[in-house]
Nanobody
Framework: QVQLVESGGGLVQPGGSLRLSCAAS????????MYWYRQAPGKDRELVAS???????NYADSVKDRFTISIDNRKNTWYLQMNSLKPEDTAVYYC?????????????WGQGTQVTVSS
């Protein structure tokens, strides 16, 4: 059993910062790739940031230079530092990871955490 638990969402004013966390637990052999997605009301879920084996990171153009994805391998946890937040960043944020358990490699989603940017 693998579980991803997110934390760190909330209400913040424009220009503010938040840090999201995603902690993976269970029978984990390794975590290959880690992602952050978001879904705003009435919109499709979109990829925000990723960090893949070897440490390469990628960001959506809309968040480049404002968001940073990082990992703590010892804790099986990854983060999304969000700075200079804008109202258009308002969404439910989901973490996702490709995790190896035993002989299986499978994708897992977190439950989502609400981020609201408003004055």
């Amino acid at each position: 059993q693998v579980q991803l638990v997110e934390s760190g969402g909330g209400l913040v004013q424009p220009g503010g910062s938040l840090r999201l966390s995603c902690a993976a637990s269970g029978s984990i052999f390794s975590i290959n790739d880690m992602y952050w997605y978001r879904q705003a009301p009435g919109k499709d879920r979109e990829l925000v940031a990723s960090i893949i084996s070897g440490g390469d990171t990628n960001y959506a153009d809309s968040v480049k230079d404002r968001f940073t994805i990082s990992i703590d391998n010892r804790k099986n946890t990854w983060y999304l530092q969000m700075n200079s937040l804008k109202p258009e960043d308002t969404a439910v944020y989901y973490c996702y990871a490709l995790i190896v358990t035993g002989l299986l490699r499978k994708g897992y989603w977190g439950q989502g955490t609400q981020v609201t940017v408003s004055s």
